[in-house]
């Protein structure tokens, strides 16, 4: 009797159950009035007196250990079932947040592709400049207010090393390297020792475009020009050129496009004149040809330059630059 009591502990405390239908079977068969323990307490009687005491401890032992592993069971499941209906597999996933591109990122891309179906190359110059390639080359007389302290940032004096102050300085540098013809834009970080506000940055964005061949003309440069207006602020763009000077070109322009966000009929973005001034550009003098090493008697050629967070700005109706530095989500995420 003793070993049976023995057995039934052992077999307690190795019970598990898959579900509570089957811990109610385990509890019935111990814990009910004609379950293992109750039959075995009314043996209690029949057992000789000296191993009552061991009886009734195991017994005892038996019928707590036996209740303890029911209720233990029990919660476990409970808790198992609780937890496996908080997870819905069927649920959609949580959706993964995207980044986007910067908007000038952008636009300098979608220029880009405007020119490169035009059959312009993309080109590239150094950041850190000599005095050469961002003035001498270009035709900036010594005394040129460019020059000065106040627009440009010195690296170095004596001889002259600076941080570009437009990217016209890549024009210098594919003049000299490659023979016409050329046909490239060349996009890029430039940099002005201007006060900070709400219309001017001291470092900000260019493209510049050069194109250089036999008898091209003004017309060229303005047919260019008007093919671009129209595949980037839209196919009813109308442009005009007024004349401006650039050292580097003569005769120069400064090219208005009408105003995409009124449609010519006068905003505040426009300051309701309808149009907008969006590049400088004209052919390119031939000093600058000559001091790049091409024969201005058989080649001629135009350039244009244009700034690429002013260029976004006007696209886009945005009124300060400074948005494009400070990095808030909430303001790169409407330009996907
Ligand atoms: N480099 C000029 C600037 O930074 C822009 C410019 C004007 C570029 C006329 C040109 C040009 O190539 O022909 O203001």
Redesign the pocket.
Known sequence: MLEKIKTLIAEVELFSAKNLDELEEFRIRFLSKKGEVTQLFSEFRNVIPEQKKEFGQLLNDLKTKTQDRVNKLKEDLKNNEQSSSDLDLSLTADSQQQGSRHPITLVRNEIIDIFTRLGFTVSEGPEIEDDWHVFSALNFPPEHPARDMQDTFFIEKDPDILLR??T?SV?VRVMEGQKPPIRTISPGRVFRNEAISARSHCIFH?I??LYIDKDVSFADLKQTLLYFAKEFYGKDSKIRLRPSY?P??EP?AEMDVSCSLCGGKGCNVCKYTGWLEVL???MIDPNVLESSGIDSSVYSGF???MGIERTTMLKHGIKDIRLFFKNDVRFFEQFQ
């Open positions: 102050t437009h016209s024009q260019q510049e475009g650039f580097f070109t120069s400088g550009c004209g350039a244009f330059g």
